[in-house]
Protein backbone atom coordinates (compact mmCIF):
# COMPACT_ATOMS: atom_id res chain seq x y z
CA UNK A 1 0.00 0.00 0.00
CA UNK A 2 1.22 3.44 -0.42
CA UNK A 3 0.13 6.96 1.04
CA UNK A 4 1.07 10.11 -0.90
CA UNK A 5 0.82 13.43 0.88
CA UNK A 6 0.89 16.65 -1.65
CA UNK A 7 1.98 19.94 -0.46
CA UNK A 8 3.26 23.25 -2.06
CA UNK A 9 0.64 24.86 -3.28
CA UNK A 10 -0.38 28.66 -2.93
CA UNK A 11 -1.95 31.49 -4.36
CA UNK A 12 0.44 32.83 -7.42
CA UNK A 13 0.10 35.73 -9.67
CA UNK A 14 0.33 34.82 -13.26
CA UNK A 15 3.13 34.33 -14.91
CA UNK A 16 4.75 32.75 -11.44
CA UNK A 17 5.80 29.67 -10.28
CA UNK A 18 5.40 26.93 -7.45
CA UNK A 19 6.86 23.53 -7.18
CA UNK A 20 4.70 20.83 -5.67
CA UNK A 21 6.11 17.82 -3.98
CA UNK A 22 4.43 14.57 -3.25
CA UNK A 23 6.10 12.55 -0.39
CA UNK A 24 5.18 8.72 -1.01
CA UNK A 25 5.47 5.94 1.87
CA UNK A 26 5.42 2.35 1.01
CA UNK A 27 8.06 0.70 -1.09
CA UNK A 28 5.75 0.10 -4.32
CA UNK A 29 6.73 3.86 -5.00
CA UNK A 30 10.44 3.02 -6.13
CA UNK A 31 8.38 0.55 -8.99
CA UNK A 32 5.55 2.44 -10.08
CA UNK A 33 5.47 5.34 -12.92
CA UNK A 34 4.13 8.40 -11.00
CA UNK A 35 2.21 10.91 -12.15
CA UNK A 36 0.73 14.19 -11.57
CA UNK A 37 -3.20 15.00 -11.57
CA UNK A 38 -5.09 18.00 -11.56
CA UNK A 39 -8.90 18.63 -10.72
CA UNK A 40 -10.48 22.36 -11.51
CA UNK A 41 -13.74 22.94 -10.47
CA UNK A 42 -16.62 21.60 -12.21
CA UNK A 43 -13.93 19.50 -14.55
CA UNK A 44 -12.85 16.14 -14.52
CA UNK A 45 -9.72 15.17 -12.97
CA UNK A 46 -6.85 14.62 -15.90
CA UNK A 47 -3.57 13.50 -15.75
CA UNK A 48 -1.19 16.85 -16.86
CA UNK A 49 2.44 14.82 -16.04
CA UNK A 50 3.79 11.14 -15.88
CA UNK A 51 7.21 10.43 -15.32
CA UNK A 52 8.19 6.30 -16.39
CA UNK A 53 9.68 4.56 -13.43
CA UNK A 54 13.12 3.43 -14.08
CA UNK A 55 13.60 5.79 -16.56
CA UNK A 56 13.44 9.66 -17.07
CA UNK A 57 10.97 9.58 -19.43
CA UNK A 58 8.58 11.99 -18.97
CA UNK A 59 5.11 12.88 -20.41
CA UNK A 60 3.09 15.78 -20.15
CA UNK A 61 -0.93 17.12 -21.72
CA UNK A 62 -0.36 19.74 -24.49
CA UNK A 63 -1.62 22.94 -22.47
CA UNK A 64 1.55 22.29 -20.01
CA UNK A 65 4.28 21.33 -22.18
CA UNK A 66 6.94 23.80 -22.30
CA UNK A 67 5.90 25.04 -18.86
CA UNK A 68 5.83 22.54 -16.32
CA UNK A 69 8.60 19.99 -15.26
CA UNK A 70 7.93 16.16 -13.28
CA UNK A 71 11.30 14.82 -12.13
CA UNK A 72 11.21 12.51 -8.77
CA UNK A 73 14.02 11.25 -6.29
CA UNK A 74 13.89 7.75 -5.08
CA UNK A 75 15.95 8.42 -2.52
CA UNK A 76 13.48 10.36 -1.14
CA UNK A 77 10.21 8.64 -2.05
CA UNK A 78 9.23 11.89 -3.28
CA UNK A 79 7.99 13.24 -6.60
CA UNK A 80 7.97 16.76 -7.77
CA UNK A 81 5.65 19.05 -10.11
CA UNK A 82 8.11 22.31 -11.29
CA UNK A 83 5.48 24.76 -12.44
CA UNK A 84 6.46 28.04 -14.58
CA UNK A 85 4.71 30.87 -16.32
CA UNK A 86 1.09 29.89 -14.57
CA UNK A 87 -1.72 30.99 -15.93
CA UNK A 88 -5.05 31.04 -14.76
CA UNK A 89 -6.42 28.07 -16.43
CA UNK A 90 -3.60 25.86 -14.47
CA UNK A 91 -5.50 26.80 -10.92
CA UNK A 92 -6.59 22.98 -9.48
CA UNK A 93 -6.34 20.71 -7.06
CA UNK A 94 -3.13 18.68 -7.81
CA UNK A 95 -2.73 15.40 -6.53
CA UNK A 96 -0.05 12.97 -6.99
CA UNK A 97 -0.88 9.07 -7.99
CA UNK A 98 0.72 6.45 -9.83
CA UNK A 99 0.29 6.19 -13.34
CA UNK A 100 -2.39 4.65 -13.90
CA UNK A 101 -3.87 5.97 -10.28
CA UNK A 102 -4.00 3.25 -7.48
CA UNK A 103 -7.24 3.76 -6.44
CA UNK A 104 -6.91 3.47 -2.28
CA UNK A 105 -3.80 5.98 -2.95
CA UNK A 106 -5.50 9.56 -3.68
CA UNK A 107 -4.37 11.77 -1.49
CA UNK A 108 -5.73 15.54 -0.26
CA UNK A 109 -3.90 17.19 -2.70
CA UNK A 110 -3.01 20.81 -2.81
CA UNK A 111 -4.68 23.85 -4.18
CA UNK A 112 -2.80 26.13 -7.01
CA UNK A 113 -5.11 29.49 -7.18
CA UNK A 114 -3.40 31.65 -10.40
CA UNK A 115 -4.62 35.17 -9.80
CA UNK A 116 -3.92 38.82 -9.51
Known amino acids: QVQLVESGGGLVQPGGSLRLSCAAS????????MGWYRQAPGKQRELVAS????????NYVDSVKGRFTISRDNAKNTVYLQMNSLKSEDTAVYYC?????????WGKGTLVTVSS
Open 26 to 33: GSIFRIIS
Open 51 to 58: IITGSSTT
Open 97 to 105: NGDPPLASA
